[in-house]
């Protein structure tokens, strides 16, 4: 049986993420989607981005693109360190691109470039980093950065009034568009929470593995998920992205 498996941000803790996948039982029927934020935090941005790469030569795999990806790959392309970037993780990200040669910093960034901003299954559900605000749907979004910073669907959703009827004018658009929402960006953490959490018909998978939280995976048709141990243990010395 071929199952979606979902997950949130990773920022760079390559180790949790080889333990979750050991932890779900994954087959090579599986498709893997992977909401984003893949680099800036732990000190193994650069072998991540080489683990993903070799991983999705096996194994069917979709990678949405982040806002920490892009701040990435504007640097991996044109060498622009943005600020902001380099004190929200973008550091350690560089640093663990130390030695790189040409042709694996090539091939990365055609990783990057390969990257997708969201992605709807056959079952209408939806795939994306942060969220979007067009009433219309994502493929009408007029700003695309809304794809990787937006927050006002998760907070909406989370927010709801649960008396409003779906057939009700008052229901929002945006949620009546799709089966399901699946997003990262904004870590359960702020809500005291350490699994994926549900809003109305958006999940969030990002448990806040980049900072003190756990790498989080789940199953789109069952919702059986699982974490990883704390994503610091493995990185003892590292503060990740936490103050």
Known sequence: MKRTLVFGDIHGGLKALIQL?????????????FLGDYVDGWSESKQ??????????????????GNHDAWCQEWLEENVINDIWFLHGGKS??????????SQKQKHRDFFNSMIDYFVDENNNLFIHAGFSSMHGPEKEHYKTNYSWDRTLWEMALTMDKRIDKNSLLYPKRLLLFNEIYIGHTPTLHYDFEIPMQGCNVWNIDTGAGFYGKLSCIDVETKQFWQSDAVQVFYPNEKGRNK
Not at 52 to 63: G, M, R, T
Not at 93 to 102: A, F, H, K, L, Q
């Open 93 to 102: 990200t560089i640093e663990s691109y130390t030695g790189i040669d040409s």
């Open 48 to 65: 991540l981005i080489d683990f993903l790469i070799e991983l999705s030569q096996k194994q069917e795999c979709i990678f949405i693109k």
């Open 21 to 33: 996948l050991e932890r779900i039982d994954y087959s090579v029927n599986d498709r893997f989607v």
